[in-house]
């Protein structure tokens, strides 16, 4: 009972081999890793991507299956955080990342839109008050309540909006397309090949792409990703078509989905355990699985079979911001990571953002997510 994603037939890679020393060693074969290896082989430079497992076989090939504009703090909290004008600027970085994205994936990403919806009426309050935000400044969006929900919604949430550009990807299939892009483009892609010391790579320049898997090449900055396990389950398929998008509530611990063939993907309900699901892990429990198959059970009316169980680690960063630049002290060493849970999108742009600024292009955001500000905070 593996990832749901991972089941997929996995189409051939081009083989590559270089000649000599790679400009660029990228470690992280997930979706961060295959896009900073394929902008950097765009720009002309010889790319070396390093996997530990498979190419999607860590977050990109473990995680909801959501691709979501913004950040992972909510749009009226970043402008209060960020200052409206930074907020709005990465607000429209992230939708324009998302259609971009859409270009690459193909037919592994849909654009349905997506529900956030609350559970209780001071969820309802705060949910609200993002709309308001995201509309005062100009960005898409729609309320629902009440009848306006589908009938197995309503049941358990007051309200929702609606981000009617966002959509439902299959992360593993994106990534592979990724990869095949960047073999083409020249990159040499070394599956079960872990890096342990990047002092032993023959590289320029070395991209940590690891997210939330600890990869033991960050030093004291290790810690400041922190390894965060997500569980979810999938359903035999089902007939009924009753879900046509990506659905999140109750602060993010509930998420769903109804994948193309009728399954129903389920996952979240953290907070059943908090405490145990700040490990890097990838195992599920039955507490947790528990809850999600009584979720299940009540969203749908019935108990349905589960096929498929699996966890996946992301990486928890506490303001809530990536963390993407060089790493403080070294002259060779960049990281990219840190989506706390938003990685599909973020981590896209994100691996394209570390590639601009090694090869010297404008980098908006840079600053606001250089890894010098956890030395700060710390």
């Given at each position: 009972m593996g990832s749901y994603w991972l089941d997929a037939e996995r189409p051939r890679l081009p083989d590559v081999r270089l000649q000599g020393p790679a400009d660029v060693a990228v470690v992280g074969g997930g979706i961060t890793g295959c896009a900073c290896a394929?902008?950097?082989?765009?720009?002309?430079?010889?790319?070396?991507?390093?996997?530990?497992?498979?190419?999607?076989?860590?977050?990109?090939?473990?995680?909801?299956?959501?691709a979501l504009r913004g950040g992972a703090m909510a749009y009226d909290r970043a402008r209060e955080w960020l200052g409206p004008e930074p907020a709005r600027r990465y607000w429209e970085w992230t939708e324009r990342s998302l259609h971009d994205l859409t270009e690459v994936a193909g037919d592994a990403l849909r654009r349905t839109g997506s529900l956030r919806l609350a559970a209780d009426e001071d969820e309802r309050a705060e949910l609200r008050d993002e709309f308001d935000a995201l509309r005062d400044d100009g960005f898409a969006a729609e309320w629902s309540e009440g009848d306006e929900l589908e009938p197995p919604v309503r049941r358990r949430f007051a309200a929702a909006i609606l981000h009617p550009d966002d959509a439902m990807i299959h992360p593993a299939r994106a990534t592979w397309q990724l990869a095949i892009r960047s073999a083409q483009a020249g990159v040499e892609i070394r599956e079960h090949s872990r890096v342990d010391d990047?002092?032993?790579?023959?590289?320029?320049?070395?991209?940590?792409?690891?997210?939330?898997?600890?990869?033991?090449?960050?030093?004291?900055?290790?810690g400041s990703i922190i390894p965060t396990r997500g569980q979810m389950l999938a359903t035999e398929p089902i007939s009924e078509r009753l879900f046509d998008r990506p659905h999140y509530g109750r602060h993010g611990y509930d998420y769903w989905h109804q994948a193309a063939d009728g399954r129903i993907l389920a996952g979240g309900f953290r907070d059943s355990d908090l405490a145990s699901e700040f490990t890097a892990e990838e195992a599920t429990t039955p507490r947790i699985q528990s809850a999600l198959e009584r979720f299940l059970a009540d969203l749908l009316g019935r108990a349905p079979r589960i096929t498929h169980r699996w966890a996946g680690i992301f990486g928890l960063v506490p303001d809530l911001l990536p963390v993407v630049g060089r790493l403080p002290g070294s002259d060779r060493i960049w990281i990219a990571g840190g989506y706390s849970g938003h990685g599909n999108v973020l981590g896209f742009a994100c691996g394209r953002l570390v590639a601009a600024a090694i090869l010297g292009e404008e980098t908006p955001f840079l600053e606001l997510f250089d890894p010098r500000r956890l030395d700060a905070v710390g």
């Open positions: 394929l902008a950097l082989a765009e720009g002309g430079l010889r790319v070396v991507l390093h996997e530990a497992r498979e190419l999607a076989g860590g977050a990109s090939g473990r995680n909801g299956g959501f990047p002092g032993r790579l023959d590289a320029d320049r070395i991209v940590v792409a690891t997210d939330g898997y600890p990869s033991g090449l960050l030093g004291r900055f290790e």
